[in-house]
């Protein structure tokens, strides 16, 4: 096989990593739009890696290290620079005792950095798991940086005001980051045309399908946060069941 065809996987992999500088780049630059859109481009492209490598029957260890490191960037290191940047936005600088040192962020906003650190806790966990293939244990990565980017896109001031609240920020990022490690089983969204149609899990996966259409048709972006909860709970309905 050409060696140019067989690195496509990896050249989306890399496209996938540079989303995630850009991203990166665009937060300290103050465009946390342009920052979200770039993670939500990454996530889009890391979808299709994975895709390419099935199709073209060249999964192999190396494609899956550097999709993780990618993963890490994109949707570990990304988002948690939105929410460092939001978090610093409503609270002042602090000094620290009597050697009057002044921070350029308030000491709350590292809280976000709890995102990369549990984001790279569950890749390095995921790639050593060989039971993820058609379900994950833990919240992955990618549902974690969808979340967390889509609060600065929100134009509703009803929503805004909750979501830009720091007390509700800090529960984000403890929240999203527990859940990234935890144990609990939540299934793929892809669907599995080998199982039938009408099978329990197909029929969850359709009924989020159309629960997140209809929130998107309400709501718009501010919807995504509760299409993420969403996925969640029916995970868990469907572990019950």
Do not use: H, W
């Not at 988002?79 to 602090?94: G, R, V």
């Not at 620290?96 to 709350?108: C, Y």
């Not at 809280?111 to 919240?139: M, T, V």
């Not at 896109?153 to 403890?174: A, G, H, M, P, R």
């Amino acid at each position: 096989m050409n060696a140019i065809i067989r690195n496509i996987p990896n050249y989306i992999t890399i496209a996938n990593l540079f989303c995630g500088v850009l991203s990166i780049i665009s937060t300290f630059s103050n465009q946390l739009s342009l920052a979200a859109f770039f993670i939500f481009l990454g996530i889009f492209l890391d979808f299709f890696d994975g895709f390419f490598a099935r199709l073209l029957k060249i999964e192999n260890e190396f494609g899956l290290q550097l999709d993780s490191l990618a993963d890490l960037v994109t949707s570990g290191l990304a988002p948690s620079f939105i929410l460092f940047k939001l978090l610093n936005a409503n609270n002042t600088t602090q000094l620290f005792g009597e050697f009057s040192f002044e921070t350029p962020f308030s000491s709350i906003s590292l809280i976000a950095f709890l995102i990369p650190i549990f984001a790279a806790l569950r890749l390095a966990n995921f790639n050593i798991d060989k039971n993820q293939k058609d379900s994950f244990i833990g919240l992955p990565t990618p549902m974690t940086a969808i979340f967390i980017a889509s609060i600065p896109l929100i134009k509703s001031e009803f929503f805004n005001s909750i979501y830009s609240n720091t007390s509700t920020l800090c529960i984000i990022s403890v929240f999203l980051s527990i859940l990234m490690i935890s144990k609990l089983n939540l299934f793929s969204i892809k669907v599995n045309f080998q199982e039938n149609i009408s099978s329990q899990l197909n029929m969850m996966r359709l009924f989020m399908l159309i629960s997140s259409l209809i929130l998107l048709f309400f709501f718009n972006l501010a919807a995504i946060p509760f299409i993420v909860v969403l996925y969640i709970i029916l995970s868990i309905i469907n572990n019950l069941l």
